[in-house]
């Protein structure tokens, strides 16, 4: 018996078009951009299809056959000729090696192009134009996406991370595989029925009520026959694209019936939690007194909106200025980008004091470049930090000090996803009063043990939080919290024909 061949690639990042940062091909090598074979033996966060494949080929005595993975983080347009190059690259390496029982591809879903609303939706469909209608395409994608019809129709099956913090992005892939396995056995024929709720919100699962809503979809995938996987795609609302919005997807075995109620009864559900989601946020000036007055430490405080993994620059300096003009101590930021002042630093040694401009020069609406008299205490070629079984490189790095205040400044822009962000610069963050990390909700598992008391802040604006007045020119209008009364029904639920559709059978 012949073993069957799976083709794996990964292309991904999410694409804030309000961003004023650029991604070139340089973006894609300083996270990751691995040629076939030269993608490391741990996972990132839309590339666990990879690893994930190669223990599964491995068990299964399959041949995989590995593609390039690309993944950049999130920041603004990406260059028409680097999403070309890395798209054609991918369908050059489907059209040598097949032919193929399946194709497994890890995708984020807001990639957004010069001259590309959808990106994803073109790779899918070109890859479904290379290996014919009945070889099954699966992909994983991150729930900050956007579900496009182009993509349903080109896809089998597609499956979004259930959590966030994207904690179970192995998981995933882990589904993904297993579908495939499936399907490729012939076991299972993957349809997909999707919902559209009509709204845009944010989405944190650490919390009530999205914590019930994520564990009452797992239960009913274990519950339920033929229901082969449940996603929320949350939407990116700093996409500015047509098909922008939350949507519920259904993987069932040929059971479309099933699917779309599925589908429905969880969009309904959701439509029902519109306004009550979101974490409180609380003004710079709420943040620090309610940290100032918490008994114990260390207190983490968000500065939710400048994360640079929702495609900010991550150079704002609201919440700093906020703690300077209030003279406190035993704070530590993680970190402000800034790769110029980062050279000067390590220019000028571990030791050295010095004057330094750094931070907020990208964006309006971030505060203002900080001067003042710094140490440089420690420098870190190639710094990085964990995030679960994946690390997360934050370039060429420096920690300063300003009185009690230590800051990380960054040159490879990353959210903070972890207390080993701290920890690698020697500083023990459960002995600091307050944290603050650049994150919306990313950082929470790791730093919840350490941390008794965790604020959410809205600092500047540096990030199109509000849809209500964000200046879209291609996003839906009819959509929550853009229309008040958008209704959640009366919005058919749609199936993907399958292979039998593309087909035309
Ligand atoms: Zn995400």
């Not at 309000?18 to 990132?44: K, Q």
């Not at 028409?80 to 890395?86: A, I, M, V």
């Not at 992005?169 to 297993?178: I, K, S, Y």
Request: charged letters at 25%.
């Amino acid at each position: 018996m012949t073993k069957p061949r799976a083709f794996t690639a990964v292309l991904a990042t999410e694409t804030n078009t309000f961003s004023p940062i650029r991604i070139d091909i340089n973006a894609f090598r300083a996270s990751l951009l691995a040629r076939p074979g030269e993608h490391p033996e741990t996972p990132t966060l839309c590339s666990a299809v990879m690893t994930v494949g190669r223990r599964f080929a491995r068990e299964n005595g399959w041949e995989l056959i590995e593609g390039t993975a690309a993944w950049a983080d999130p920041a603004g347009l990406v260059s028409r000729q680097t999403f070309e190059g890395l798209r054609d690259e991918i369908l050059d390496q489907v059209a040598a090696g097949g032919p193929f029982d399946v194709v497994v591809i890890g995708l984020h879903g807001a990639m957004v192009a010069d001259g590309y609303d959808d990106p994803e939706g073109d790779l899918l469909s070109r890859i479904r134009s290379i290996i014919g209608p009945d070889v099954p395409i699966i992909a994983t994608f991150d729930p900050h996406s956007h579900l496009t019809a182009k993509r349903v129709a080109a896809a089998d099956a597609l499956i979004a991370f259930k959590e966030f913090p994207h904690i179970d992005f192995v998981d995933r892939a882990e589904d993904a595989w297993r579908i495939a396995g499936q399907a490729v056995a012939g076991e299972v024929k993957p349809v997909m029925s999707v919902y559209d709720p009509k709204m845009i919100d944010v989405f944190p699962t650490t919390s009530e009520p999205m914590r019930r809503f994520v564990d009452d979809m797992i239960r009913l995938e274990k519950e339920t026959p033929d229901l082969l996987s449940l996603s929320v795609i949350h939407g990116f609302m700093a996409g500015d694209v047509p098909e922008m919005g939350t949507r519920l997807l259904a993987v069932t075995n040929n059971a479309p019936v099933l699917g779309q109620k599925m589908a429905r009864d969880l969009g309904e559900a959701l439509f029902e939690l519109r306004g009550k989601v979101r974490s409180i946020e609380l003004t710079p000036a709420d943040a620090y007194a309610r940290a100032l007055e918490f008994d114990g430490g260390p207190v983490t405080i968000a500065d939710m909106w400048d994360n640079p993994g929702g495609g900010t620059a991550g150079d704002a300096t609201v919440l700093l200025a906020e703690a300077m003009a209030r003279n406190l101590e035993c704070i530590a930021f993680g970190s402000i980008w800034d790769p110029v002042a980062v050279q000067l630093c390590h220019a000028a040694g571990e030791g050295a004091q010095m004057m330094l401009r750094f931070g907020a020069k990208s964006a309006p609406e971030t505060g203002d470049p900080i001067d003042a008299e710094v140490e440089i205490v420690r420098n870190i070629r190639n710094a990085e930090q964990a995030f679960g079984q994946s690390i997360v490189p934050i370039g060429d790095a420096s920690l300063i000090r300003i009185g009690g205040i230590e800051v990380i400044l960054n040159s490879t822009r990353a959210q903070c996803f972890d207390t080993s962000l701290f920890s690698n610069f020697g500083i023990d963050p459960a002995k600091r009063k307050i944290l603050v990390v650049k994150s919306t909700n990313h950082f929470h598992q790791s730093f919840a043990r350490i941390s008794p008391l965790i604020l959410y802040c809205a600092a500047g604006r540096p990030y199109p939080n509000d849809p209500r007045v964000t200046p879209y020119k291609k996003a839906p209008r009819d959509i929550w919290p853009i229309n008040e009364i958008a209704p959640a029904n009366g919005h058919e639920t749609k199936t993907s024909a399958g292979s039998a559709g593309r087909r035309g059978g």
